[in-house]
């Protein structure tokens, strides 16, 4: 049986919700938040977050803790440039993010604006420039979220994780949340279309996902993990694990890591 999708008008007045829901953002980044504090940025972000998933009919299912006392650095597995959304809609947080986001049109200077620190891969030493940048806002007591997988997949496997971006957990003293992310559509199966996974672009990410009456994220958040007295490998490991299980996939393994190729940029 061929799975039911959305009609043109449908997608067409989401398409358009979606625009002006982004432009909306441009203007109270750039009117509103240079005149508030940081908490009452976080609580918009979060507003903002939760509606354009609303408008994309994207539902939410959150299960764990999301807050967690103090700062601490989100660890996720990557699937979709809705990740981003789906986590600052239950808990606002800093991104760390590939530079070619800083290039899409309104959403990257959104990102910007939101704080998000964009990694040049082709720049020598400047992953080591971001992690300074981060034990520095986490000893602070500010909160992180990278990807480590480097790049996304569809969410039927988990890749190996790079333990560059875990050393600003280890110099500042923070602990760790993984958090398990999985788009599903009504049925319960894996939702390819909200992925971002191969050569699609932003846009066509954006049609696909249009075409689904309705997608469930889940976001697992997992129990925290200590950094104390661990290295940055075995955090990475214990964090994978973590999320493989509750995804119901296999554990990656670093050997088997090259069996997709170089993942040399956040996507």
């Known amino acids: ?24 953002a441009v203007l109270i980044a750039a009117c509103v938040f240079p005149w508030l504090e940081r908490p009452a940025r976080r609580h918009r972000l979060q507003q903002w977050s939760a509606q354009l998933l609303g408008i994309l009919a994207v539902r939410r299912h959150v299960t764990g803790a999301a807050q967690y006392g103090g700062a601490a650095l989100l660890v996720a597995n990557h699937v979709s440039w809705l990740d981003i959304f789906a986590i ?34 082709n720049r ?3 992953t080591r420039e971001i992690n300074q940048a981060m034990a520095t806002a986490l000893t602070a007591g500010e909160s992180f979220a990278v990807f480590p997988e480097g790049t996304t997949t569809h969410g039927d496997v988990l890749l190996p994780f790079h333990t560059s971006l ?13 958090v398990a992310i999985r788009y599903t559509r009504a049925d319960g199966s894996l939702c390819t279309e909200a992925d971002y996974e191969g050569d699609k672009n932003l846009f066509q990410s954006l049609l696909q996902l249009l075409t689904q009456p309705e997608v469930e994220v889940r976001l697992q958040f997992l129990p925290a993990m200590a950094s104390a007295g661990m290295d940055r490998r075995g955090l990475a490991d214990a964090a994978a694990a973590d999320i493989a299980t509750a995804l119901g996939l296999a554990a990656p393994s670093r050997r088997a890591g090259s069996a997709r190729g170089p993942t040399a940029s956040v996507r």
């Open 1 to 24: 049986m061929r799975p039911h999708t959305t009609g043109f008008g449908l997608r067409a007045l989401r398409l358009t919700r979606f625009v002006l829901h982004i432009l909306r």
């Open 88 to 121: 600052n809609a239950v808990r606002p947080t800093r991104f760390v993010a590939k530079s070619e986001i800083r290039g899409w049109p309104l959403i990257g200077w959104l990102c910007a604006r939101g704080d998000t620190l964009f990694i040049h891969r």
């Open 124 to 126: 020598r030493h400047h």
């Open 166 to 178: 875990l050393q600003p957990a280890l110099v500042a003293g923070v602990g760790i949340l993984p």
